[in-house]
C-alpha cells in the first residue's frame, strides 16, 4: 500500500470550509457524513482559519491559541467541499 494512505492520527480525508452561516452549515453538514462514513476523517474549518494558515507565503498569518497549524493536520489527496 502507498504510505500516504496508511492511518495517520493528523490525516484528513475530506475537509468542509465555510464563513459564517455557511460554516454553521458545512459543521453540520460534517456531523451527517461522519454518520454515514465513521471511518473517515471529516473536519470542518472556518475558510478564514484556512486562508490565515495556508494563504500566500507572504501573507500568512499564524493561528495562534488555536490546535491547528500547517503541521497539525495531514491534508495532502483530502478532499475539499467549499460551502
Do not use: H
Not at 492520527?9 to 453540520?28: F, H, K, P, Y
Not at 507572504?58 to 497539525?72: T, Y
Request: glycine letters at 4%; proline letters at 5%.
Amino acid at each position: 500500500a502507498s504510505e500516504s494512505l496508511l492511518p495517520c492520527s493528523n490525516r484528513v480525508d475530506i475537509l468542509v470550509t465555510g464563513c459564517e452561516v455557511s460554516l454553521w452549515l458545512a459543521e453540520q453538514f460534517s456531523s451527517d457524513l461522519q454518520k454515514a462514513f465513521p471511518k473517515l476523517r471529516i473536519v470542518s474549518m472556518s475558510s478564514n482559519k484556512l486562508l490565515g494558515i495556508y494563504g500566500q507565503d507572504e501573507i500568512n498569518v499564524p493561528a495562534v491559541g488555536f490546535p491547528v497549524s500547517e503541521k497539525s493536520l495531514k491534508l495532502f489527496d483530502a478532499i475539499m467541499i467549499i460551502v
